[in-house]
């Protein structure tokens, strides 16, 4: 069910350590596994996501989260 997925989660280290499971990202074209990934570190507009994928594909994606 969860193959191929990268599992995307909002972490926060103040005072404690919290995990938020954000969503998944699929990979392009059949059965996509991710192999490498990377966090854009001057990308002033929010967290931007690179992935390589299994398929040959190399995806940015930009990562919209809403506060609570």
Wanted: hydrophobic fraction near 40%.
């Amino acid at each position: 069910m969860y193959r191929g997925l990268l599992a995307v989660y909002d972490v926060r280290r103040s005072p404690l350590v919290s995990l938020s499971l954000v969503g998944f990202i699929r990979g392009p074209g059949e059965g996509a596994k991710p192999l490498a990934f990377a966090f854009h570190s001057k990308f002033k507009q929010g967290p931007l996501l690179s992935v390589c994928w299994s398929s040959g594909w190399c995806c940015t994606y930009p990562l919209i989260l809403h506060s609570h």
